[in-house]
């Protein structure tokens, strides 16, 4: 059976940071799963489709051709054949790809695509329903948290180092938003899978929290 590590958590928990560090350092491959929803949403944005009309999306769904490569160990986003990873790291983007993921057409095709990665190779792979759906016989599973101004500051603090212009109050009010849409959404929600190990980040660094997955990791059934 293949290795993998599932990793869940609300926004701005670190999950990315996390995961690419432990990927890169038992030398599994990093699938982002928030970027496959991303690029399906900036598809819809960009043909003018109101992302709330559940039946619109449905019907162009299947025009939208998702797929990943890794390029020094970075994953791209390929939206039919053109690279959008770095267009989808918007706060318009961010808001429609939570929109667009409670569509059920959207995250059937989502699943099949995430599953198929995951069987040809060792995985850390981060979303929202990694540990309860993508993979649900995962060895280890996290669930990273923290509070919610604390993942509002972390990425107020994204956007400065890039130059780009953001009030934190809005991003605050942004996260609270999606947190609640992710989370109440009826079909995947964003919850932690039973078996999962809940490790809130508040208070840690970056370099603890890749340690303490890396433990629990190291105490997974496949060692
Ligand atoms: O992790 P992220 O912020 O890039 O994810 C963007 C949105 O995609 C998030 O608000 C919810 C959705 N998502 C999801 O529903 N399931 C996943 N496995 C990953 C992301």
């Not at 939206?79 to 808001?95: A, H, M, P, Y």
């Not at 059920?104 to 069987?119: F, G, S």
């Not at 109440?184 to 208070?203: F, H, M, N, Y």
Request: proline content about 2%.
């Amino acid at each position: 059976m293949r290795k993998q590590i599932a990793i869940d958590g609300p926004a701005g928990a670190g999950k990315s940071t996390v995961a690419r560090a432990v990927a890169q350092k038992l030398g599994y491959v990093y699938i982002d799963t928030g970027a496959m929803y991303r690029a399906m949403a900036l598809y819809f944005l960009r043909k003018g489709i109101d992302t709330q009309d559940c039946a619109a999306i449905e019907a162009v769904c299947d025009g939208a051709d998702i797929t990943i490569s890794h390029e020094d160990g970075e994953q791209q986003v390929f939206l039919n054949g053109e690279n959008v990873s770095k267009s989808i790291r918007t706060q318009e983007v961010s808001q429609a790809a939570s929109v667009v993921s409670a569509v059920p057409k959207v995250r059937e095709r989502m699943l099949v695509l995430q599953r198929r990665l995951a069987q040809t190779k060792d995985v850390v792979m981060d979303g929202r329903d990694i540990g309860t759906c993508v993979l649900p016989d995962a060895p280890c599973k996290i669930f990273l948290t923290a509070r919610v101004s604390e993942r509002a500051r972390r990425r107020f603090e994204e956007y400065a180092a890039k130059g780009e212009a953001a009030d934190l109050a809005t991003i605050e009010r942004e996260i609270a938003e999606r947190d609640e849409r992710d989370r109440t959404r009826k079909i995947s929600p964003l919850r932690q899978a039973q078996d999962a190990v809940c490790v809130d980040t508040s208070d840690m660094t970056i370099a603890q929290v890749i340690e303490r997955v890396l433990a629990i990791a190291g105490g997974s059934a496949w060692k």
